[in-house]
């Protein structure tokens, strides 16, 4: 379904705080231990420097009512000096990812540090756009987080809805073989009591919780957290 623009924007404006209290590094440190993996390096992007970021999104530039891109090419890269080149990393703005232009958000250090993060940057999407808009309404930067990629082609990927204190599996991704079939059901209650866990001790509200089964001594991580708006 296409996105309506203006009306996604508007819907944002009223939800800012939350959207915002979202992205990772507004996490409580003992949820953070729960994520999928901690950011490698974390690089400031300061409100102006957000700004100059979404005027490479034709929608968000229109609804501005700017005319020209700004320059985004002196972004920070404080803090990666530590990073191994051949490190695949994947990228998070603030609370986004590059979902719908998968091979933007996942590239190596040595590539990244060699052309700078424009190739992403220049390529918000706008969904992502819309997103972001919460912390320009409230005149706050956010973080382009370096996450190490985790490959999650073998994990059962779950989402679930925390509305009104109630829990709910809402959605299973996994490329089943037959053999797994048996132990879904157990498994699917295990995340629900994990999700029912997480939300009682770290009073999460109105959100969607997705979350992975790794295989990793069956740990239960924290891929993202979206409040429902």
């Not at 037959?178 to 994990?194: F, K, L, Q, Y």
């Amino acid at each position: 379904m296409r996105l309506d623009f203006a009306a996604a924007i508007q819907r944002i404006e009223t939800c800012a705080d939350r959207v915002i209290g979202t992205s990772f590094e507004h996490w409580p440190e003992d949820l953070a231990d729960h994520a999928l993996a901690r950011p490698l390096a974390s690089l400031w992007i300061t409100p102006r420097d957000l700004e100059a970021v979404l005027s490479h999104n034709p929608l968000y530039r229109r609804f501005r009512g700017w005319s020209v891109e700004r320059d985004i090419s002196h972004l920070p890269r404080i803090g990666t000096e530590t990073i191994d080149g051949d490190r695949s990393l994947f990228l998070k703005l603030g609370p986004c990812s590059w979902h719908e232009r998968w091979g933007l958000g996942v590239g190596s250090w040595g590539a990244l540090a060699a052309h700078g993060f424009g190739t992403a940057l220049r390529n918000v999407t706008d969904r992502m756009a819309v997103i972001l808009h919460a912390f320009v309404t409230r005149g706050e930067g956010t973080y382009l987080h370096l996450f190490p990629f985790i490959d999650l082609s073998t994990a059962r990927e779950y989402r679930v809805l925390v509305r009104n204190d109630v829990v709910r599996l809402e959605h299973v991704k996994h490329q089943e073989q037959p053999a797994d079939a048996a132990g879904r059901p157990e498994s699917d209650s295990r995340i629900v009591e994990t999700a029912r866990w997480l939300v009682s001790t770290y009073r999460l509200r109105n959100c969607l919780l997705d979350l992975a089964s790794t295989g990793r001594e069956q740990e239960i991580r924290i891929i993202e957290i979206n409040p429902v708006v």
